[in-house]
């Protein structure tokens, strides 16, 4: 560990800190907090090969530590509301608005106050007072068996419901956030019963009882279990790069559309409010959002930059442009509860 301490204060501090920390846990992990020492506290529920990358790029160009506790979303949460001001997180990156929301109602949050975020990420994928940034969008698309199913044939989300794709349709469980925010986007354009019965009409015409991530879906479209999969569009990326010439095999059959307007949720951050290392904290998002690294996530990780001077990586391109849903994305969060409440009415599994 790199330390630059700045006084005696600061060391003064250090070693309570430790102690603190070896009288409170008896975890291997390594975290450590002092005010503006050489280290950022990360908890993190994306694990991504492109995040090490980019973080021990961080740690070389500015001698800061980051310090990365992996972990489920609402494992990392539940785990920030318990240890409240004591926590050692500074910061907390995840997947889906509805994670974000989380943080954000239970007052784990503290506005981000800086220009170079501002200019990095516009205004629509971050909070209000910046209490979020976006990292990376994702959009939650239509994938279909390229011999079974003519693209012209698609249209909307809605239309999934139709009797053309009774049996037919693939799509992970309702435990997935991105599920969750899905139809939590329908609830806010379209109203919550319309939402309901689309939930209804997707779950009788499943091809199974969902099982399985995203990646799973495409795999039975494959296999011919049924002719569409619901799913982000950079599993398929990180499909069709994948090192296993099976999985190539298996996202080639498939094609990708993008229904009008398409789902986009985001992978983002917050700064903990009892964060002891923020100016850190704000500097690491900072290059997060620069657009070196928004290119490293497009380029490895398929996902759609935040930050839009940087275009997307060519394979996204070459499947299309779309439209997103025109939404305040805070409402995913907000209408999350509904959602699941929905879900368990209408037994999407
Ligand atoms: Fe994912």
């Not at 501090?13 to 050489?38: I, K, N, R, Y």
């Not at 973080?55 to 506790?69: P, R, W, Y």
Request: hydrophobic share 40%; net charge negative.
């Amino acid at each position: 560990m790199k330390f630059k301490m700045k006084s005696k204060i600061a060391i003064a501090m250090v070693s309570v800190l430790s102690l603190a920390l070896l009288a409170g846990c008896g975890s291997q992990e390594q975290v450590e907090s002092t005010e503006e020492s050489g280290v950022v506290n990360v908890y993190s529920a994306r694990h991504y090969d492109v995040d090490k990358e980019v973080f021990l790029k961080f740690e070389d160009a500015t001698g800061i530590k980051v310090n990365v506790i992996e972990g489920k979303a609402p494992e990392l949460l539940e785990r920030m509301k318990r240890e409240g001001a004591d926590t050692q997180a500074d910061m907390f990156i995840t997947a889906d608005m509805a994670n974000i929301y989380q943080a954000i109602d239970s007052e784990l949050t503290q506005n981000v106050e800086s220009e170079i975020v501002d200019a990095n990420i516009p205004e629509n994928l971050r909070g209000e007072n910046n209490e979020w940034i976006a990292l990376t969008q994702r959009a939650r698309v239509i994938a279909y068996d390229k011999e079974k199913v003519n693209p012209q044939e698609l249209s909307t989300y809605e239309d999934l419901v139709s009797e053309r794709w009774a049996g037919k349709i693939l799509v992970r469980s309702s435990d997935s956030t991105y599920n969750q925010s899905l139809l939590a986007s329908f609830i806010e354009l379209n109203g919550e019963e319309s939402a309901k019965e689309w939930a209804a009409g997707l779950v009788s015409n499943m091809a199974r009882e969902p099982e399985g991530g995203d990646r799973d879906q495409v795999k039975a479209v494959a296999a011919g279990e049924g002719e569409l999969a619901i799913l982000n569009t950079y599993y398929l990326g990180l499909m069709v790069n994948s090192k296993d010439p099976e999985e190539v095999k298996v996202a080639e059959k498939v094609g990708v559309f993008f229904p009008e307007p398409t789902h986009v949720n985001i992978s983002g951050v917050i700064v903990n409010k009892y964060s002891k290392n923020a100016g850190n904290a704000v500097k690491l998002i900072e290059y997060l959002t620069s657009e070196e690294v928004q290119k490293q996530y497009t380029d490895k990780n398929f996902e759609y930059p935040a930050n839009p001077n940087v275009e997307p990586t060519e394979l996204l391109k070459s499947w299309g442009e779309f439209k997103p849903q025109d939404i305040n994305l805070s409402k995913l969060g907000e209408y999350n509860k509904k959602a699941v409440e929905i879900f368990n009415e209408v037994g999407w599994k």
